[in-house]
T-cell receptor, first 113, second 111 residues
Framework: NAGVTQTPKFRILKIGQSMTLQCAQD?????MYWYRQDPGMGLKLIYY???????DKGEVPNGYNVSRSTTEDFPLRLELAAPSQTSVYFC????????????FGPGTRLTVT | QQPVQSPQAVILREGEDAVINCSSS?????VHWYRQKHGEAPVFLMI?????EQKGHDKISASFNEKKQQSSLYLTASQLSYSGTYFC????????????FGKGTKLSVKP
């Protein structure tokens, strides 16, 4: 099993550009999450999904969108990138929603200039 | 709602012990512990559930005081490989399920 995979690993965007961060998992997990990590701040939940076709906002959803058309894939869309979106983005998945280990992807380091 | 971790950083010599604390102002359903090495993804260590169930690592132990909404991670006889940043994540009681992470504790183990 590859676990949770993310692409790209690194990306530099200009202000106002858009991009999609890809995330896929091969563990047949229903639950998937997008976090952002800023230095010294821990991980903040952006969006999560409890299954194909069902998504919901986390703590910091502004400036992002998600979709979940399959169990395996959970892409994160950035529209009109801003410098405040410079961060490391992690995708994760879990078997259960509560009380369950989360498996993290390797992350995408995004810089917006 | 973000749990508070202490200390923010700790430096150890190989073989020494450390305790990392995590506290919340809200009633908790569970506490998770993850370790993250520089430039890598967080890796699961253990979960402590309300009611006493504990799942996870066989070389690292932890406690969960449900009355005080506090958890402690115990690292004994530390090894160089223990270096990294440790995050606790809390799930609130009731119907809210999202994991909320603390700011992390940076642990450095020196030879």
């Amino acid at each position: 099993n590859a676990g949770v995979t993310q692409t790209p690993k690194f990306r530099i965007l200009k202000i106002g550009q858009s991009m999609t961060l890809q995330c896929a998992q091969d563990m047949n997990h229903n639950y998937m999450y997008w976090y952002r990590q800023d230095p010294g701040m821990g991980l903040k939940l952006i969006y999560y999904s409890v299954g194909a076709g069902i998504t919901d906002k986390g703590e910091v959803p502004n400036g992002y969108n998600v979709s979940r058309s399959t169990t395996e894939d959970f892409p994160l869309r950035l529209e009109l990138a801003a410098p405040s979106q410079t961060s490391v983005y992690f995708c994760a998945s879990s078997y259960y929603y509560r009380g369950s280990e989360q498996y993290f992807g390797p992350g995408t380091r995004l810089t917006v200039t | 709602q973000q749990p508070v971790q202490s200390p923010q950083a700790v430096i150890l010599r190989e073989g020494e012990d450390a305790v990392i604390n995590c506290s919340s102002s809200k009633a908790l359903y569970s506490v998770h512990w993850y370790r993250q090495k520089h430039g890598e993804a967080p890796v699961f260590l253990m979960i402590l559930l309300k009611g006493g169930e504990q799942k996870g690592h066989d070389k690292i132990s932890a406690s969960f005081n449900e009355k005080k909404q506090q958890s402690s991670l115990y690292l004994t006889a530390s090894q160089l490989s223990y270096s990294g940043t440790y995050f606790c994540g809390t799930e609130l009681g009731g119907s809210q399920g999202n994991l909320i992470f603390g700011k992390g504790t940076k642990l450095s183990v020196k030879p």
